[in-house]
């Protein structure tokens, strides 16, 4: 079993900058490939970034890239993700996940395992 907690949320600017951080417990945490996703409200859960077990090879979702890095830290259980240039449209709750079977990072939330409880990004303009 693994605990996934987020923080790092919160209410900026548009333009402005957040780094999310996931922790998770347990010792098995290289072992899962990570990802984050978001909801907003009324809309389908999406994928925003996910990075491989070693931290070696990272996606993004289009609407993000340029703008979002994902990054690990093994020897710590944490999962990074620094969002730059927010706009309005990137408002939602953003979760990790881990997953612990896929051969190469997925995209789709049903490969994952385990979910932390989300932490709210807000975006003003």
């Known amino acids: 079993q693994v605990q996934l907690v987020e923080s790092g949320g919160g209410l900026v600017q548009a333009g402005g900058s957040l780094r999310l951080s996931c922790a998770a417990s347990g010792h098995f945490f290289p072992t899962y490939n990570m990802g984050w996703f978001r909801q907003a409200p009324g809309k389908e859960r999406e994928f925003v970034a996910g990075v491989s077990r070693n931290g070696g090879n990272t996606y993004y979702h289009d609407s993000v890239k340029g703008r979002f890095t994902i990054s690990r830290d093994n020897a710590k259980n944490t999962v990074y993700l620094q969002m730059n240039s927010l706009k309005p449209e990137d408002t939602a709750v953003y979760s990790c996940?881990?997953?612990?079977?896929?051969?190469?990072?997925?995209?789709?939330?049903?490969?994952?395992?385990?979910w932390g409880q989300g932490t709210q990004v807000t975006v003003s303009s």
């Open positions: 996940a881990a997953d612990r079977l896929s051969r190469a990072t997925s995209t789709h939330p049903e490969s994952y395992n385990y």
